[in-house]
């Protein structure tokens, strides 16, 4: 890396020159990418990041700022990668950081045991849905899994309101008396 940066140097990257300008870009490129490398993972990230690095630095000498030592340099513009590969790392980071005083969430995922039981207790709604009259499984997952409007509903059954309750009371005694005799068989098979 060339050390040899002077007041002059930086006042002809304020005054845009060229050759200063290559000359930095082709100084820091390999530090940069190195340091970029660190943070990121995608090429294309770091890429776009080293970019947004020496922008930064020649915006920062072009609008008249400098530096108190120009052989600080070397630091000025690793400190500006870094920054901006934070930004970047930040900006394009699929989920947010989990902050380190967060406390650890409770697992809430039934138990091994209660996960069987439930989904013995699927299965069995599916069995006796499958066994009810085709009207009255219909009928039931409209009203109470799809929570459709009942008017729509009576509208294509073409019922009152009145009826319709008339038809789930049905509907729900015919399941309930499913359950109970599946359950009874449950019950003959086991004892």
């Known amino acids: 890396m060339d050390h040899?940066?002077?007041?002059?140097?930086?006042?002809?990257?304020?005054?845009?020159?060229?050759?200063?300008?290559?000359?930095l870009v082709s100084t820091f490129s390999v530090p940069v990418r190195c340091k970029l490398r660190g943070l990121l993972r995608s090429p294309e990230l770091i890429q776009d990041a080293s970019q947004e690095t020496f922008l930064?630095?020649?915006?920062?000498?072009?609008?008249?700022?400098?530096l108190d030592n120009p052989a600080?340099?070397?630091?000025?513009?690793?400190?500006?990668?870094?920054?901006?590969?934070?930004?970047?790392?930040?900006a394009y980071t699929r989920h947010d950081q989990i902050p380190p005083d967060m406390p650890e969430q409770a697992d809430e995922r039934n138990s091994p045991e209660e996960g069987a039981v439930e989904g013995e207790r699927r299965e069995m709604v599916?069995?006796?849905?499958?066994?009810l009259?085709?009207?009255?499984?219909?009928?039931?997952?409209?009203?109470?899994?799809?929570?459709?409007?009942?008017d729509r509903v009576?509208?294509?059954?073409?019922?009152?309101?009145d009826y319709l309750r008339v038809l789930l009371h049905r509907a729900r005694l015919r399941?309930?008396?499913e359950i109970e005799r599946g359950a009874s068989a449950g019950k003959g098979a086991t004892g």
């Open 72 to 90: 600080n340099l070397p630091g000025f513009v690793l400190t500006v990668c870094r920054n901006t590969g934070l930004e970047y790392l930040r």
């Open 133 to 150: 009259r085709e009207k009255d499984r219909n009928l039931l997952r409209r009203v109470f899994l799809e929570e459709e409007d009942k």
């Open 56 to 66: 930064r630095v020649l915006r920062y000498f072009q609008i008249g700022k400098t």
């Open 175 to 177: 399941l309930r008396s």
């Open 126 to 131: 599916r069995r006796i849905l499958a066994d």
């Open 4 to 23: 040899a940066f002077d007041d002059q140097f930086l006042r002809a990257l304020r005054d845009r020159d060229p050759g200063a300008e290559g000359r």
């Open 154 to 161: 009576c509208a294509d059954l073409n019922v009152t309101r």
